[in-house]
């Protein structure tokens, strides 16, 4: 059974705007000075010396900027966890391939409403408010309309560096579901600073020193972008277990999925189904291509964000407990909610 297309709730000092597939997850709106901060949780990221409390609470104030610091963050909506799953990704080096494999259907389901959304190494954050060992900061390229300034989570402080990156002014992007080569393994889309470029790919910096990025795992600059090129992007997710406010190669929802794909190609999409509903202009059902996102609806309010495949077909990111796949749209249960589709380019 679907969830409701739209929740407003107001908890503990949070005001949320949920999608059914995830496409919102819970994200707090960035009113975060207006309502107080919630309670830290009775466990912790981690043992933090009061050495290092001094030093995080002598660099950050409001607004102060920051990067993410691990291959993949999870935010929260509330500082803390509860669950002893979840020490496996906010820890800090989490383990984010150990955490989903450790999880079945019932126990990812605990995670809608609970996560806000992911964040990938060196992505610019905005540090709002620290509880404990916690940070409540925004990413700062996950933007929409209900959150200008970017989506609000709360993430482990020894998952952030307050150490700029360098301005190299070139990039290396990762083209691959997921980057092996090398300690720890990287996701798709994560942008790194090129220090220097050989035959077989690129010397790019991270907080833990240069990383080689070989070429067939990364790419300097966006590709051309064709309607092809987006399917043949989004294609190599297929089969890949779905994530409730996932946006990163270990799994999607359905908004991180359309934003992770474009991000690939230099467009930087909103990070909801609905806002990307904006975007871009309206294509009529009998002018569909591949790459074109098809956008689903109940009660007038987005839910649901697919790409057109071709021949009838979408790929998407369903719902917990299924894969990336493609369907018969026109055949499907969503056919019914089908509100639209929206093209970005060409």
């Given amino acids: ?50 050495a290092r409390h001094t030093f995080i609470e002598e660099r950050v104030g409001q607004g102060r900027q920051a990067w993410v610091a691990v291959p993949v963050a999870t935010l929260w909506n509330q ?117 220097s470029s050989t035959p077989g790919g690129y010397v790019v910096w991270t907080p833990y020193g240069k990383r080689f990025l070989p070429g067939n795992e990364a790419r300097p600059a966006p590709p051309p972008i064709t309607p092809q090129a987006v399917l043949g992007e989004a294609e190599k997710f297929l089969g890949l277990p779905y994530l409730w406010a996932g946006t990163s190669g270990y799994g999607f929802d359905c908004s991180g999925l359309t934003y992770a794909i474009y991000r690939q190609f230099g467009i930087t999409l909103a990070r909801d189904a609905g806002d990307q509903a904006s975007e871009g202009r309206p294509v009529a059902r009998d002018q569909l291509r591949p790459g074109d996102l098809m956008f689903f609806a109940s009660g007038g309010q987005i839910h649901h964000v697919g790409i057109y495949a071709g021949n009838g077909l979408m790929l998407h990111a369903p719902q917990t407990g299924s894969v990336v796949q493609e369907i018969k749209i026109w055949s499907s249960p969503l056919a019914s909610q089908y509100e639209g589709a929206r093209r970005y380019f060409g």
């Fill in 1 to 50: 059974m679907r969830r409701l297309a739209a929740i407003v709730a107001l908890l503990g000092g949070f005001v949320s705007v949920v999608e059914a597939c995830g496409g919102s997850a819970s994200r707090p709106v960035s009113v975060h000075k207006a309502v107080s901060a919630p309670p830290a949780a009775t466990q912790s990221a981690g043992p933090t010396s009061a």
């Fill in 79 to 195: 500082p803390g966890f509860t669950r002893p799953v979840d020490r496996l990704v906010v820890q800090a080096q989490p383990a984010v391939a150990d955490w989903l494999s450790s999880m079945d259907t019932s126990s990812k389901l605990e995670l809608d409403y609970t996560m806000a959304t992911q964040a990938l190494l060196d992505e610019p954050l905005t540090v709002v408010e620290i509880s404990g060992d916690w940070a409540d900061v925004l990413v700062q390229d996950q933007t929409g309309s209900v959150y200008t300034d970017g989506v609000e989570g709360w993430m482990p402080l020894s998952q952030i560096t307050f150490d700029a990156p360098p301005a190299t002014g070139a990039y290396a992007t990762v083209s691959q579901p997921i980057a092996g080569a090398g300690d720890p393994s990287l996701s798709y889309g994560t942008r790194l600073p090129i220090l």
